[in-house]
């Protein structure tokens, strides 16, 4: 019977509201009169009729505009219930006048009195029929997860309501506030979390929900530590711009995002150097389609460039990101002309009649091949794309009178292991070299170390891993690397493009190393899983350890030696690197074309090797396996 009702149309139950709250207010009137007469019986003359007449209907057009019948009686919020002792007082407020102004018998204190009745019956059937609703949900859906909130603010009051009627039963709120602690919050307690282990027991807790809103990085990474103990599943809500946005709806719970475990608090961008190479100037990125090109696009879009040009390879890519820049472009309302253009960067032909045809003056050269096992057995293709490619494209630029020409470059162009670094380093070398030889064009290298999230990031490796059951696969017990997430690593490269006077190297501030073992650990705890190791070997997910990959490093640099400056942003740095000139780095090119002709790969670390890379290589990775030798 109550499941017909619930699931009955709108319309049918509005009618049964409506009827319900006319019935009520009479009642409400009645029984006012009656405790204040001590009567049953009361007086009824025609002006106390026409009283109770007009304030019945000027409380139905009230409620009805407050938005009364609009809202869902089982999803009834807050709101809702505030709505209805407004519109109480005021259909009070209407007896007392109606009364005074008909000169009705009735006692002035029959209004007050009528008031808290009203409340009453309207109130309490609305609240009664809420619960009644979850606990027969509760009933159905034996199979719902209790969750425990960590943060009893906006976000977890949204959150709490978003998860009403899901698989998800909110059973506490947990709060660092001592003030709140105690308190009953949507009708749940909110408690310390030192107690999360005994709450976490004793209602069987799948889930820990952290709605923490806008606290920063650093507080969210504490928070996590203190939870890791634990080994319960930890989610955290979707932020509130993808919710208003409407790529994410409140209730989206999802995995804890690796960013906040580094608690690395982003700096506040300075908006001169964001707009110095950007605003009402056509730009162009190159491997707009991968991962830092395609957040370049994001963030460039956003500062009003005239014109933004995407060339990328791969042509799927650079269709999922011509999509998001079109949609991006309607919901911010912006002018910009984009334009898509498949080619590659080995291509000169190409790349000059692409920067004359949109008269390019700002160039973000992302493109890249940068995966280091690959690379390492695909020797001549990584020189060709880093460093021919590199090439092309500045000698474009500069027949091309483009203003400023920035390379994204990588942590492992320092002293590197592989042939993936030395090429990055031979292609700031012939950036540092051009700069040397010409002056109209600006040449900027920027060097930073692994993004979160990007294609080659263990990250999402870890995660697969994890959801099917393991083993995490870690390469050394003792690496480390640098982490930053993709906007940050973007936002900071545009700043640092804007500093360069020519041919300089910046480095971005990574923060402090993170060891890949206990990110690993992390993120198994994290998942409400344990480690399977000698101490425990009922657990879960058990990490193995693979070996160091052909030309991995255990530890990654971002400087070669120790000539460093600060520059006005506080984690931008500037390096003074050594470099050659021209005519040197002009016949490295050369000897690298030959050897590449030759499908030499030998002949091509050689030259790696002589150049002023600082490469090193261990001969039990030698690339006599290479495949293009194998050819």
């Given at each position: 019977m109550?499941g017909?009702?619930?699931?009955?149309?709108?319309?049918?139950?509005?009618?049964?509201?409506?009827?319900?709250?006319?019935?009520?207010?009479?009642?409400?009137?009645?029984?006012?009169?009656?405790?204040r007469?001590?009567?049953?019986?009361?007086?009824?003359g025609?002006?106390?009729?026409?009283t109770?007449?007009?304030?019945?209907?000027?409380?139905?057009?009230?409620?009805?505009?407050?938005?009364?019948?609009?809202?869902?009686?089982?999803?009834?919020?807050?709101?809702?219930?505030?709505?209805?002792?407004?519109?109480v007082?005021?259909?009070?407020?209407?007896?007392a006048?109606?009364?005074?102004?008909?000169?009705?018998?009735?006692?002035?204190?029959?209004?007050?009195?009528?008031?808290?009745?009203?409340?009453?019956?309207i109130?309490?059937?609305?609240?009664?029929v809420?619960?009644?609703v979850?606990?027969?949900?509760?009933?159905?859906?034996?199979?719902?997860?209790?969750?425990?909130?960590?943060?009893?603010?906006?976000?977890?009051?949204?959150?709490?309501?978003?998860?009403?009627?899901?698989?998800?039963?909110?059973?506490?709120f947990?709060?660092?506030?001592?003030?709140?602690?105690?308190k009953?919050?949507?009708?749940?307690?909110?408690?310390?979390?030192?107690?999360?282990?005994?709450l976490?027991?004793?209602?069987?807790?799948?889930?820990?929900?952290?709605?923490?809103?806008?606290?920063?990085?650093?507080?969210?990474?504490?928070?996590?530590?203190?939870?890791?103990?634990?080994?319960?599943?930890?989610?955290?809500?979707?932020?509130?711009?993808?919710?208003?946005?409407?790529?994410?709806?409140?209730?989206?719970?999802?995995?804890?995002?690796?960013e906040?475990?580094?608690?690395?608090?982003?700096?506040?961008?300075?908006?001169?150097?964001?707009d110095?190479?950007?605003?009402?100037?056509?730009?162009?990125?190159?491997?707009a389609?991968?991962?830092?090109?395609?957040?370049?696009?994001?963030?460039?879009?956003?500062?009003?460039?005239?014109?933004?040009?995407?060339f990328?390879?791969?042509?799927?890519?650079?269709?999922?990101?011509?999509?998001?820049?079109?949609?991006?472009?309607?919901?911010?309302?912006?002018?910009t002309?984009?334009?898509s253009?498949?080619g590659?960067?080995?291509d000169?032909?190409?790349?000059e009649?692409?920067?004359?045809?949109?008269?390019?003056?700002?160039?973000?050269?992302?493109a890249?091949?940068?995966h280091?096992?690959?690379?390492?057995?695909?020797?001549?293709?990584?020189?060709?794309?880093?460093i021919?490619?590199?090439w092309?494209?500045?000698?474009?630029?500069?027949?091309?009178?483009?203003?400023?020409?920035?390379?994204?470059?990588?942590?492992?162009?320092v002293?590197?292991?592989?042939?993936m670094?030395?090429?990055?380093?031979?292609?700031?070398?012939?950036?540092?070299?051009?700069?040397?030889?010409?002056?109209?064009?600006?040449?900027?290298?920027?060097?930073?170390?692994?993004?979160?999230?990007?294609?080659?990031?263990?990250?999402?490796?870890?995660?697969?891993?994890i959801?099917?059951?393991?083993?995490?696969?870690?390469?050394?017990?003792?690496?480390?690397?640098?982490?930053?997430t993709?906007?940050?690593?973007?936002?900071?490269?545009i700043?640092?493009?804007?500093?360069?006077?020519?041919?300089?190297?910046?480095?971005?501030?990574?923060?402090?190393?993170?060891?890949?073992?206990?990110?690993?650990?992390?993120?198994?705890?994290?998942?409400?899983?344990?480690?399977r190791?000698?101490?425990n070997?009922?657990?879960?997910i058990s990490?193995?350890?693979?070996?160091?990959?052909?030309?991995?490093?255990?530890?990654?640099?971002?400087?070669?030696?120790?000539?460093?400056?600060?520059?006005e942003?506080?984690r931008?740095?500037?390096?003074?690197?050594?470099?050659?000139?021209?005519?040197e780095t002009?016949?490295?090119?050369?000897?690298f074309?030959s050897?590449?002709?030759?499908?030499?790969?030998?002949?091509?670390?050689?030259?790696l090797?002589?150049?002023?890379?600082?490469?090193?290589?261990?001969?039990?990775?030698?690339?006599?396996?290479?495949?293009?030798?194998?050819?």
């Open positions: 109550l017909r009702l619930f699931e009955a149309p709108r319309t049918v139950k509005r009618i049964i509201s409506l009827t319900y709250d006319v019935s009520a207010l009479f009642i409400s009137f009645y029984l006012a009169n009656c405790l007469l001590g009567e049953l019986t009361i007086p009824l025609e002006k106390e009729i026409a109770v007449l007009i304030t019945v209907f000027v409380s139905l057009i009230v409620f009805t505009r407050i938005g009364l019948y609009r809202a869902i009686l089982r999803f009834m919020a807050q709101q809702a219930l505030i709505s209805v002792g407004v519109g007082v005021v259909s009070a407020f209407v007896l006048s109606s009364s005074y102004f008909l000169q009705a018998s009735t006692p002035r204190s029959v209004p007050i009195i009528y008031g808290f009745a009203a409340l009453f019956f109130g309490t059937p609305r609240l009664l809420r619960n009644v979850l606990m027969l949900k509760a009933v159905r859906n034996p199979s719902q997860e209790s969750v425990i909130i960590y943060g009893a603010g906006h976000s977890g009051f949204q959150l709490a309501s978003a998860l009403t009627g899901t698989n998800y039963k909110v059973v506490a947990v709060d660092d506030n001592k003030r709140l602690h105690g009953l919050f949507r009708g749940l307690t909110v408690f310390n979390p030192r107690k999360l282990e005994r976490s027991k004793q209602y069987g807790i799948s889930h820990i929900l952290l709605a923490l809103g806008n606290a920063p990085r650093s507080r969210r990474a504490a928070i996590l530590n203190n939870l890791e103990p634990l080994g319960i599943s930890i989610k955290t809500m979707p932020d509130m711009h993808d919710v208003l946005s409407g790529k994410a709806k409140i209730e989206d719970i999802k995995d804890v995002d690796v906040d475990l580094l608690g690395r608090d982003p700096v506040k961008p300075i908006p001169d150097l964001l110095a190479c950007i605003k009402g100037k056509n730009v162009l990125v190159t491997g389609g991968g991962s830092i090109g395609s957040e370049l696009c994001r963030q460039i879009l956003r500062l009003s460039p005239k014109k933004l040009v995407l990328e390879a791969n042509e799927y890519s650079l269709y999922k990101i011509e999509q998001e820049i079109s949609e991006l472009k309607k919901n911010i309302a912006m002018n002309s984009t334009y253009v498949i590659s960067i080995q000169r032909n190409l790349l009649q692409v920067f004359n045809s949109f008269e390019i003056q700002t160039i973000y050269h992302a890249a091949y940068k280091v096992p690959l690379i390492e057995h695909n020797v001549v293709e990584g020189v060709k794309n880093n021919f490619g590199t092309h494209c500045a000698e474009a630029a500069i027949s091309s009178n483009v203003e400023s020409f920035v390379l994204i470059s990588t942590d492992k162009a002293r590197p292991t592989n042939v670094g030395a090429t990055k380093r031979v292609a700031e070398l012939i950036l540092q070299a051009l700069s040397k030889r010409q002056s109209d064009t600006r040449f900027t290298m920027v060097r930073f170390g692994n993004v979160l999230g990007s294609s080659g990031s263990v990250v999402p490796l870890f995660r697969k891993q959801k099917f059951g393991g083993p995490v696969t870690v390469t050394h017990q003792d690496i480390t690397r640098y982490f930053m993709i906007p940050e690593a973007a936002e900071l490269v700043q640092a493009g804007s500093m360069g006077m020519g041919g300089d190297v910046f480095v971005l501030d990574m923060g402090e190393p993170v060891k890949i073992l206990d990110l690993a650990k992390k993120m198994i705890h994290l998942s409400g899983l344990t480690l190791d000698e101490k070997r009922d657990g879960d990490i193995s350890v693979t070996g160091l990959r052909p030309g991995e490093k255990l530890y990654e640099e971002l400087l070669i030696g120790d000539n460093v400056s600060g520059t942003h506080p931008i740095m500037r390096a003074e690197e050594s470099s050659l000139p021209w005519e002009s016949k490295m090119i050369y000897d074309i050897a590449c002709d030759e499908h030499n790969t030998q002949r091509i670390k050689s030259i090797l002589n150049a002023p890379t600082d490469y090193h290589f261990n001969e039990s990775n030698n690339i006599e396996k290479s495949i293009l030798r194998a050819v």
